[in-house]
């Protein structure tokens, strides 16, 4: 039995990376799936995640979208909810990393990279979490909202002042909304990947900051999107019912060491 049979899902920023790799496995497991993104077009040029979903004979639509945008993003939630009668899980995966080291950071360079990492995680569990308070529970849950944020919200982010800022500010929202609505049967929780290794904003790492994410993760690889995935299905799963608030380290034990 697939195990998100008859669920549905959106993810946003999921032409690329860590949110495709998301969106595949949750589509092989049985959900639907929005995938919402600026662009549909991987910067490969490979095919795209709603071709390669809808060629395994899986179900999904794409909506441009940008997760700034409260409009955006309130369509994304309507159009499931049209289409499927209820939301059951949205991850809010977008992020954009701009300017330096305090001093070496714009003002618009910092308000870009809030819009888009803490406005938009704001709007998309505000968005979602509005659907799911009005429909039935499954079991004990009436929804699930995941939030990537990352290692480098709980210690510095080298020479990204913003970026850090904004995912520690992910982590906090998600335990603020995990207690103010579990009440309510949503269970909202993080995800916190360590090096991953996807193009991150069109830039490939480069090989010193390579050496530098190898020599900070303890087990003898980086992490690939798939291991974010499968912690994505984990808390999207009824396994993880009990478990809200939490930040789950995927990093190869970087925050260990
Ligand atoms: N790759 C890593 O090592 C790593 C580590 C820690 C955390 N993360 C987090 O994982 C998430 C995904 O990272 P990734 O490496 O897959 O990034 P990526 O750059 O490969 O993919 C990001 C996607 O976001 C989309 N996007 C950008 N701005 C958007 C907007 N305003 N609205 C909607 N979509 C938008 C892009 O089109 C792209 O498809 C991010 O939240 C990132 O901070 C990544």
């Not at 993810?11 to 049985?30: D, K, M, P, V």
């Not at 330096?100 to 910092?110: F, H, K, P, Q, V």
């Not at 290794?197 to 090989?207: A, C, E, W, Y």
Request: charged share 20%; with cysteine; net charge negative.
């Amino acid at each position: 039995m697939a195990r998100l049979q008859n669920h549905t899902a959106i993810i946003t920023s999921a032409s690329n990376g860590i949110g495709r790799a998301i969106a595949l496995r949750f589509a092989s497991e049985g959900a639907y799936v929005l995938l919402a993104d600026t662009t549909e077009t991987p910067r490969t040029g490979d095919a795209t995640t709603l071709d390669l979903i809808r060629q395994a004979g899986w179900a999904a639509d794409f909506r441009q979208t940008d997760v700034a945008s409260w409009a955006n993003l309130s369509a994304c939630v309507a159009d499931v909810a049209a289409r499927h009668g209820r939301l059951d899980i949205m991850v809010n995966n977008a992020a954009i990393g701009k300017g330096g080291r305090l001093t070496d950071t714009t003002e618009d360079e910092w308000d870009d990279t809030m819009a888009v990492n803490l406005k938009g995680v704001f709007l998309g569990c505000k968005a979602a979490a509005q659907q799911m308070l009005g429909q039935e529970p499954r079991g004990e849950v009436r929804g699930r909202l995941i939030n990537i944020s990352s290692q480098h919200g709980m210690i510095s982010s080298p020479n990204h002042l913003a970026y850090g800022v904004s995912k520690a500010g992910v982590v906090y929202m998600t335990r603020q909304i995990a207690a103010d609505y579990a009440a309510d049967g949503i269970v909202c929780n993080a995800i916190a990947p360590g090096k991953i290794l996807t193009d991150m904003g069109g830039h490939v790492p480069t090989p010193d900051q390579l050496a530098y994410a190898t020599s900070r993760t303890p087990w003898p690889r980086l992490g690939q999107p798939e291991d974010v995935a499968s912690a994505a299905l984990f808390l999207a799963s009824p396994d993880a019912t009990y478990i809200t608030g939490e930040n789950l380290m995927v990093d190869g034990g970087w925050m260990a060491s």
